[in-house]
């Protein structure tokens, strides 16, 4: 894989396949050539976090150095984010705290889908427009699935200027105007359900919250429209990362498509944890005569086996990529191989980054 | 782990949770597998309509309609949006309005906009299938699950998801609904078992110990951990001081006396493997002994298998049934 000048890359991929190790990697590479170079984690494993000197609360930057090379780096807060965008947005100070001390703001992050994806895009937006940096690499919220990253800025704006939403919620607005055209006997008979069901006071705080932010909502959509755009643009790549299994690799192949689909600039995938199995092939027969034999032979025995094992979940590891690769044969895909443990410290980083920029 | 084995299979609900990527899907299934032997009437439940279960078992997509396996459990697909319609019809008499409403895609809109709303809704659907059938007379159609065993959302939704019905309890404080809440309150908070999958990982593990504190401190069930995917000794006991002294000339020499032809490159190579899965085992144990600290933890074993599929979680439930 080649970075090609790209300014911007954004580390994406189902749960549990790595992302934040490679994002760091990426990123300690990038410093190698690059005066400033920064990487936002999202939620990065203790362990890696200390290692590398990630600060510890969410929002705060630390710079890591690695042998003359300077990087900085920095972790997610989504609230936070939010909140300034709010800020920004509000108009006012009143306005703000409304949106602030509204229960269901509060929680936003917990129910609506597609917020931690947004902020993060947002948080992104933010590092490339008011700040000078060479190179930027954000690993991404683990996702559902591929297609909630893409679609959040438009869920987002979506559901804040939603019709459906607001219809719904008429009679739980503050001021609601009476009467509003177009609300039918079933959408009212539905409501009240509703408010039966749920709580009137829950729908009354929905019906407020989306009220503080009607004012809002323009700038809200042009926002989200400027992010997409520098998602578009040449000089943002995205890394897919996968683990070498058939439901992760699924995961993959529909993001590449939904790049493709939005105009959007892949780099390449990384297959991560490739497990490499040893060559050597013994018959089971010699192997079964071994482990009858002294210690040592039935330790040779041991090993043999094991190393059967592993060739056989190279087998499937391999039958499931080349799968992957025989339906994207446009897609390069690079291969970073399982190390014996976890990657926890700057040599293992720099070792798989390695593996992904060579 | 020592002491008893705590029983995963004698309550109503089986809810198996844990993060992304963890085989989340499989132990589900594999508990559905393991109960069924010595449960009559045993389900299998997804919440997320990403038809894992279909894929893994290689059965057809079961949808909103509970579906006969070969497997001695049945299986099942719920979706918040599904549960509501047909909430609505089987209490509120709102069939055709749910129908209109449907097509009007407001319950879409319900379903993904309101907080708690998707959770109590499969909530619910659990009470409907175990406790309010069992409870019923007027539906001799639709019998009771002894054990639904709930493949549920990932850890991070856990806590809210189970908690659901408390908080709508306190929200709705009469009527029909107030009283169904109460009582699917009650079904997750006495009659449900939980469990964490977890892999031996830092992250996993960490996640998982901050889970088990989370439900102890919100007076949710204990939850049991099961380890999915330990990696087995590379060694049995008593060679693995001989193994691990192995040379590459040696294991040429052995090969060479049983007719099998090698060169020290490869004999290093497979010996390097040996020795990484050793130090992997060893890493794994600690991650395994702290999380024996906070839950009872059972251990299901990596399989080195061509594929993975019905017979890999019959090799499982095998596991889980011992």
């Not at chain 1, 809200?220 to 058939?246: I, N, Y």
Request: hydrophobic share 40%; aromatic share 6%; glycine share 8%.
């Amino acid at each position: 894989m080649r970075v090609d000048g790209k300014r911007i890359v954004v580390v994406c991929g189902s749960g549990g396949v790595g992302k934040t190790t490679v994002s760091a990697a990426i990123a300690l590479r990038l410093a190698e050539e690059r005066e400033r170079v920064t990487v936002l984690a999202v939620d990065p494993a203790k362990r890696l976090a200390t290692a590398l000197g990630l600060p510890k609360t969410p929002g705060e930057r630390a710079t890591i150095r690695v042998q003359g090379t300077r990087l900085e780096a920095q972790v997610l807060d989504t609230k936070r984010t939010f909140d300034e965008l709010v800020e920004r947005h509000a108009g006012s100070k009143e306005s703000a705290q409304r949106i602030y001390d509204n229960r269901f703001y509060k929680r936003i992050a917990d129910t609506l889908s597609g917020t931690h994806e947004y902020m993060a895009m947002e948080r992104l937006y933010e590092l490339a427009t008011t700040e000078a940096w060479d190179g930027i690499v954000i690993d991404t919220p683990p996702t559902r699935s591929a297609l909630s990253f893409l679609d959040a800025p438009k869920r987002m704006t979506d559901f804040l200027g939603g019709q459906m939403l607001r219809w719904l919620l008429w009679p739980y607005r503050k001021g609601g105007r009476m009467g509003l055209r177009g609300v039918s006997l079933g959408a009212q008979a539905f409501s009240k359900t509703l408010g039966r069901i749920t709580g009137t006071e829950l729908l009354s705080d929905l019906g407020q919250f989306l009220a503080a932010f009607e004012g809002m909502y323009d700038g809200f959509k042009q926002r989200a429209e400027a992010v997409l755009q520098l998602m578009r643009d040449p000089g943002t790549g995205f890394v897919v990362v996968t683990a070498p299994e058939g439901r992760s690799l699924e995961e993959a192949g529909h993001f590449v498509e939904r790049l493709a689909e939005a105009g959007m600039h892949l780099m390449g995938v990384v297959v991560n944890r490739w497990r490499m199995a040893p060559a050597l092939t013994v018959p089971e027969a010699v192997t079964a005569a071994l482990a009858a034999g002294t210690p040592s032979e039935r330790a040779l025995a041991a090993t043999l086996d094991l190393g059967r094992n592993l060739q056989a979940l190279e087998r499937r590891e391999r039958a499931a990529t080349e799968a992957f690769a025989g339906s994207t044969p446009e897609v390069p895909l690079t291969f970073v191989p399982q190390l014996p443990l976890d990657v926890h410290d700057v040599a293992g980083l720099s070792e798989i980054g390695g593996h992904v920029l060579p | 782990m020592t002491g008893t084995r705590p029983d995963l299979f004698d309550r109503s609900l089986l809810v198996v949770s844990g993060k992304g990527g963890v085989g989340k899907t499989a132990v589900a299934a594999a508990c559905a597998r393991a109960a069924s032997r010595r449960r009559a009437r045993v389900l299998l439940a997804e919440t997320e309509g990403r038809e894992g279960i279909a894929r893994l078992l290689h059965v057809p997509s079961p949808g909103f309609a509970e579906r006969p396996t070969r497997y001695g459990h049945a299986v099942l697909s719920i979706t918040a949006k599904a549960a509501l319609l047909e909430y609505l019809a089987l209490f509120f008499r709102m069939r055709t309005l749910s129908r209109s409403l449907q097509r009007a895609k407001v319950v879409d809109v319900a379903t993904d906009a309101i907080p708690g709303f998707r959770d109590v809704m499969v909530a619910g659907k659990l009470y409907e299938l175990t406790w309010w059938r069992a409870g019923g007379e007027r539906n001799r159609d639709r019998l009771p699950y002894d054990l639904v065993v709930v493949d549920a959302p990932p850890t991070g939704q856990l806590l809210p998801f189970l908690r659901s019905s408390t908080a709508y309890r306190e929200l709705i404080r009469a009527g029909r609904p107030h009283r169904q809440l109460e009582s699917i309150d009650r079904l997750l908070r006495e009659d449900t078992g939980v469990v964490l999958v977890a892999v031996p990982e830092e992250m996993s593990v960490a996640e998982t110990i901050e889970a088990v504190e989370a439900l102890r401190d919100a007076g949710l069930p204990a939850p049991i951990v099961v380890v999915n995917q330990v990696t087995p000794p590379p060694f049995p006991k008593g060679v693995r001081a001989a193994a691990l002294r192995l040379e590459p000339s040696e294991v040429v020499r052995m090969l060479k006396e049983t007719d099998v032809e090698s060169d020290e490159e490869a004999a290093e190579d497979v010996l390097r493997a040996a020795r990484d899965t050793h130090v992997r085992v060893r890493e794994e144990r600690r991650y395994i002994s702290r999380l024996a600290k906070s839950a009872p933890v059972i251990e299901l074993p990596f399989l080195y298998a061509p594929s993975f599929g019905p017979d890999e979680v019959g090799t499982l439930s095998e596991t889980l049934a011992r």
